[in-house]
Structures are given as structure tokens and as C-alpha cells.
């Protein structure tokens, strides 16, 4: 995919970045897409990564918050969670 708003010094438009995530049944999960001009953020492709995890495991939501507050009051509910159904 080309992105017309964003050009390079010749005035080609630059590609769109893409992230793909594939899970073990091979079925997307999760699909990035942004202009060029967007840097990568490791850390948000971790905690989807993370989250992608956590939600095939436990069947919950995660959060879009600060990654380790996220996973620490997910983790919290999952272990109330667990408690109470055991």
C-alpha cells in the first residue's frame, strides 16, 4: 500500500508500515497499519502481543493503560478470578 501524503525526496509516495501478528491456528490477530512518517513502538507491539496472550488464556479484556498497571490489575483479577471459581 502507498501512502500519497507522505513523500519521499523524489516525490514517490512511501509505503505504509504494516505490523502482522498470526496466531498458532494461523488466523490473523492483529494488524498494524500507519503512514511512514510514524515511527515503530516496540513497547505497543509487546503489550498487544501481552494482551493477545493473556485474552487466548483467560478469555479477558485488556486494557490500553500504562502496560504494567494493565498487567497487574489483570493478573489481579485473573487470580480473584480463579480463586473463585475453584
Not at 12 to 31: E, H, M, N, Q, Y
Not at 37 to 50: K, L
Request: net charge neutral.
Amino acid at each position: 500500500m502507498l501512502d500519497p501524503n507522505n513523500l519521499d525526496l523524489e516525490n514517490l509516495p512511501l509505503t505504509i508500515r504494516a505490523v502482522f501478528i498470526i496466531g498458532p491456528d494461523k488466523k490473523l490477530k492483529l494488524s498494524l497499519n500507519y503512514p511512514a512518517s510514524v515511527g515503530r513502538n516496540m513497547d505497543e507491539i509487546v503489550r498487544c502481543v501481552d494482551a493477545l496472550q493473556l485474552s487466548a488464556k483467560h478469555s479477558v479484556v485488556s486494557s490500553c493503560m500504562d502496560a504494567s498497571l494493565s498487567l497487574l490489575l489483570l493478573k489481579l483479577w485473573v487470580n480473584c478470578f480463579l480463586s473463585v471459581t475453584n
